[in-house]
């Protein structure tokens, strides 16, 4: 017989469980909410799976509990807000919240400022992105103005003017997805 947790026989029916998806509502103060959303967005990390990082960690967790000061947290203008978790997180947050006689609010609005190091990380990132870009739409555009000359001098239906179009086009969508995604970065200025 093999045991619940063989991976021959497959994950067991509480595995299955703790990855079932539950909504739990918090009342937080907008900087985490907005530090959770930009996480999730910005670096593209699914706010469920934030949680699980953020929240499982139960030895961390549990040092967090015994940091936080009722009375300063209690100060914190908050609002509600319902995120979609793990089961198996919600549990984990439960049961340190138990432990601790420690509202899950204050858990979760203190855990999310462990983000806030990564977030400052990608603010400077951020800032060496835009003056990178700079120098690589000037690089765009010298291969536009190349592709101009090529055709002027060879014509458009030329097989060269051809392949450097196709260069050129590709160079084009590449520098508009880098936009694209400096525009979509513009929040990291303002957290």
């Not at 100060?75 to 997180?89: A, C, D, G, L």
């Not at 899950?104 to 990608?122: C, F, G, N």
């Not at 090529?150 to 590449?174: E, I, M, W, Y």
Request: aromatic share 6%.
């Amino acid at each position: 017989m093999t045991s619940p947790r063989d991976p021959v026989s497959g994950p067991s029916v509480l595995d299955l469980r703790g990855r079932q998806s539950v909504r739990a509502t918090f009342k937080l103060s907008q900087k985490a909410i907005d530090a959770i959303g930009l996480v999730a967005v910005h670096m593209g990390i699914k706010q469920k799976s934030l949680f699980d990082h953020i929240i499982e960690d139960m030895d961390a967790m549990e040092k967090l509990a015994r940091s936080i000061r009722l009375p300063q947290f209690e100060k914190i203008h908050r609002r509600q807000k319902t995120y979609v978790m793990s089961r198996r997180t919600i549990d984990a947050l439960s049961t340190v919240s138990r432990a601790h006689d420690m509202p899950r609010d204050a858990l979760v609005e203190y855990a999310v400022q462990k983000l806030e190091s990564v977030i400052q990380s990608e603010k400077l990132r951020h800032e060496e992105r835009k003056k990178m870009a700079v120098e690589v739409m000037a690089h765009f555009e010298k291969g536009e103005q190349l592709y101009r000359s090529v055709t002027r001098n060879l014509g458009k239906d030329d097989p060269f003017s051809r392949h450097l179009g196709k260069a050129v086009q590709a160079a084009r969508k590449t520098a508009e997805e880098l936009q694209t995604f400096l525009n979509k970065s513009r929040v990291l200025e303002d957290f």
